[in-house]
């Protein structure tokens, strides 16, 4: 069956840029490996309690955020209801070492007066610092109508590390801790992050911090009901093999069965290091295609997915990050687990009579080695892996914080099952990351009608992923138009 496009992964960027597609007129076809849409962010439940996966917050949706235009644009205002992170206490950060928490307020001005009474003899510089954050975080193409996005089609990421960037508060390493937290949230350590990167992502949320009424469950179920009215197919079960071509130009793909569907546009959207696979040698440059199979990929990471007998009043509407020493924080998984920096939120907050907790820390794909190769249906051993990870997860969670004793593990997530819900290498966590000095995927491809979206193209996150969509899609389209329509959303 002839499409005009057929877009390659069902993740937030790929539904969206299937959505911007479709809107424009075009025949679109989703086509996705796992048997579920979007089964990064789509969540589960468990004993009737629903976990999100991959999506928890959302930040720049507050009053005059950069982010509001493109959500308005794409339509999900409609759909979707949002409900403000705690005002006073959006992330939160504990040090254990110190046993110090610090809360962080929504709010770049809020954010200063924090910061400065806590460390007063820091507060022009953090004035300065977070004055920045203010007015860079937005300064990327589409969150910014204004902005050349010729700037963006760097070959490399440069600039400088958010390492350096903050060498300023050098002395002061609870500070080091509060301004790079936030890495945990793009899986890099300070030293190889692009300070831009994370404005855009620590800026976002400064500005305002939302979650999503009914979670990524509620975010997938919008994106496929726009998609419904826009005539798209979003196909599950159905992984590319190969992206096929004619004289230079793509023809279509051909599926895991070996069928083929016929496309004059395909839109990649999954993980770019895993593209030289699906073409034949001599589609696209060596060079390109020895670049994209090299991308480095964040770290992976284990999920614990828990049950609280009560409500756990500090993470109501926020979230909390753990630091065993201060400094600055990194999304290390080369350590023993108690030595790793972790993440905790709150799952299942609007039902009744169960309280979940999810846990998200750094990993590596080699703690479960021994398993890579075995499929789906893993062995004893692997689960008794998990048993052990789980308990010693939930043992540390307590410790660190005696709201959280007594949890009951429902599920854990490891880095093999990352990478079952997305392909990622290594069960990378954001996919490729973007490491200073690496190569900066494009959305543009020499083959003629190839295109690539997707975490790695901008940056990962709801907000990155849209983003991305709207770089690529804008490459189709034409920016001009799209960036016209936006505006119109203001
Ligand atoms: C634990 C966790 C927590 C997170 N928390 C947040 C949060 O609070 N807020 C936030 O904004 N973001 C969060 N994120 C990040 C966010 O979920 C991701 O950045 C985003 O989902 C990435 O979307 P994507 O479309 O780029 O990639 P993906 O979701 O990976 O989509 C690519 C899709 O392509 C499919 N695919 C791969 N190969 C093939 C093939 N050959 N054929 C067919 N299909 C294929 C994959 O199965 C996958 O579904 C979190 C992520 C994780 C993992």
Request: net charge negative.
């Amino acid at each position: 069956m002839q499409q005009d496009v057929i877009v390659i992964g069902s993740g937030l960027s790929g539904l969206t840029s299937a959505l911007l597609l479709a809107r424009s007129g075009r025949k679109v076809l989703v086509l996705e490996q796992h048997a579920r849409p979007a089964p990064v962010v789509n969540g589960f439940s468990r004993q009737g309690l629903y976990f999100d996966s991959g999506f928890h917050y959302v930040g720049g949706l507050g009053k005059g955020g950069a982010f509001r235009p493109l959500f308005r644009h794409l339509g999900l205002d409609r759909k979707l209801e949002l409900f403000p992170f705690a005002a006073d206490r959006f992330d939160q950060l504990k040090i254990v070492s110190t046993g110090e928490t610090y809360a962080l307020p929504v709010g770049f001005a809020e954010i200063r007066r924090e910061l400065g009474a806590l460390f007063p003899q820091q507060r022009e510089k953090i004035d300065r610092y977070i004055g920045e954050i203010e007015t860079t975080w937005s300064r990327f193409p589409y969150l910014d109508l204004n902005t050349d996005i010729a700037d963006y089609a760097m070959q490399t990421v440069h600039g400088e590390s958010l390492k350096e960037r903050l060498g300023e508060f050098a002395e002061t390493p609870e500070l080091l801790s509060l301004l790079s937290m936030h890495s945990l949230l793009y899986g890099l350590s300070p030293e190889m992050a692009p300070f831009t990167l994370n404005a855009q992502v620590a800026g976002s949320y400064y500005h305002s911090a939302h979650g999503i009424r009914g979670g990524g469950r509620a975010l997938v179920a919008a994106l496929l009901e726009l998609l419904d009215e826009a005539g798209v197919e979003v196909r599950c079960g159905a992984e590319v093999t190969s992206i096929d071509a004619e004289a230079a130009t793509v023809s279509g793909v051909t599926l895991a069965d070996g069928e083929q569907l016929q496309a004059t546009e395909v839109v990649a959207t999954l993980n770019p290091a895993l593209l030289p696979q699906l073409l034949q040698p001599g589609q696209l440059r060596p060079a390109y295609r020895k670049r994209l199979a090299g991308l480095k990929q964040t770290c992976s990471a284990y999920i614990v997915f828990a049950r609280s007998a009560q409500a756990i009043e500090s993470l109501q509407k926020s979230n909390l990050f753990v630091q065993p020493q201060p400094g600055l924080l990194a999304a290390n998984p080369d350590c023993p687990l108690r030595e790793r920096a972790y993440y905790l939120a709150a799952a299942g907050q609007e039902q009744n009579g169960g309280h979940g907790v999810i846990g998200i820390i750094p990993a590596h794909v080699d703690e479960v080695a021994d398993w890579v190769d075995a499929g789906p249906q893993r062995s004893p051993a692997y689960r008794q892996h998990k048993e052990r990870i789980g308990a010693e997860l939930l043992a540390l969670f307590a410790d660190n914080n005696p709201e959280l004793a007594g949890l009951e593990l429902l599920e854990l997530a490891t880095p093999l099952t990352l990478h079952d819900y997305s392909l990622a290498p290594q069960g990378a966590v954001y996919g490729v990351g973007r490491f200073l000095g690496q190569y900066n995927p494009h959305p543009m491809t020499r083959l003629r009608g190839l295109f690539l979206s997707g975490q790695a193209i901008a940056a990962p996150g709801l907000l990155g992923t849209v983003v991305s969509s709207y770089l690529t899609c804008g490459s189709i389209l034409g920016h001009e138009q799209l960036r016209g329509e936006i505006r119109t959303c203001h």
